[in-house]
């Protein structure tokens, strides 16, 4: 119950963060929305400890907990920067990168599937 409790908290704080990229950064927000939207992306590392927290439970296994943590924390990059995407515009490489994190997620399911049987 604990972790959920902190996995609630984790993905609040980093959807906070996210939305106000420059709030506990002293450096100031690039005017670029490019570079807005790699500073929100940090974030989504926040979001996927949250999310990493709320639904695995076993951490046992440790190389089904470790594909656990990068299905997370890619899932968390992905949002991240999807938000960024309807907020600050779409361009040609960010959406580069968002295939290949959804590459990445494809790959790191399939280890989590693998290695769960």
């Keep these: 119950m604990l972790f959920k409790i902190l996995g609630v908290i984790l993905l609040i704080v980093g959807l906070i963060l996210v939305h106000r990229p420059g709030l506990v950064s002293p450096h100031p927000i690039p005017t670029d929305p490019y570079q807005v939207i790699e500073k929100r ?9 949250g999310l990493l927290l709320l639904f695995h439970h076993s951490w046992t296994p440790w190389g089904l907990t470790v594909s656990a943590l990068l299905i997370a924390l890619t899932t968390g990059i992905i949002i991240t920067r ?34 769960k049987t």
């Design 41 to 49: 992306v940090r974030w989504g590392f926040v979001i996927g400890l």
């Design 82 to 115: 999807l938000l960024g995407m309807l907020w600050d515009g779409f361009y040609v490489k960010q959406l580069l990168w968002l295939a290949i994190e959804l590459g990445a997620l494809l790959i790191f399911g399939f280890l989590y599937g693998k290695l």
